[in-house]
């Protein structure tokens, strides 16, 4: 698998949020050796997948994004958080340049601002947006784009049958 530029952390029982990281998956595409691209998407109800990073505070990726930024120093991560994640998502895959306004020095201000809203009412707005305010937990595939849904049900069965017994 390729080494990643970002290790991203979303919420993956926010559809908008899901649907944003269905779209990074798609245009990132595969990485030179077919295993991956330049994003890593890790959701951050994934409780696997997060033990690989202790030491990101998942209460606060859970109101704003976070991200590991890897793409200049590989060994010293920068962490990135609210549009600053955003921004440098979607300029690893080529793709909305324009959201490069949304650093701008004065902009930014408001920017933030909006975003920190925006972050706080996800739920509500993925209502009224797409007719649901919380998905089951879904995780993107590695191989297609398609999310894998998890019910809350299916995913303790699963864990009483392997003896995972966290919640």
């Not at 050796?33 to 990073?53: C, I, S, T, V």
């Not at 701008?104 to 408001?110: E, K, L, N, Y």
């Not at 920017?111 to 993107?140: H, I, K, P």
Request: glycine residues 6%; aromatic residues 6%.
């Amino acid at each position: 698998m390729s080494t990643p530029q970002l290790v991203l952390f979303y919420d993956a029982q926010c559809p908008l949020c899901v649907a944003e990281m269905r779209e990074l998956t798609r245009l990132d595409g595969p990485g030179e050796d077919g295993g991956g691209g330049r994003l890593k998407l890790l959701a951050l109800q994934n409780e696997d997948a997060m033990q690989a990073y202790p030491d990101l505070d998942r209460e606060a990726a859970m109101r704003v994004l976070h991200a590991y930024d890897l793409a200049t120093h590989p060994n010293q991560p920068v962490l990135l958080t609210g549009l600053d994640v955003t921004v440098r998502a979607w300029q690893l895959v080529g793709h909305k340049p324009w959201l490069a306004v949304l650093r701008w020095p004065v902009i930014r201000v408001v920017a933030d601002a909006c975003y920190r809203w925006f972050a706080r009412n996800r739920y509500v707005l993925s209502a009224r947006l797409t007719g649901q305010s919380r998905c089951e937990v879904c995780e993107l595939s590695a191989d297609s784009n398609e999310a894998s849904c998890v019910s809350s049900a299916e995913r303790s069965s699963s864990q009483a049958k392997s003896g995972d017994v966290r919640s």
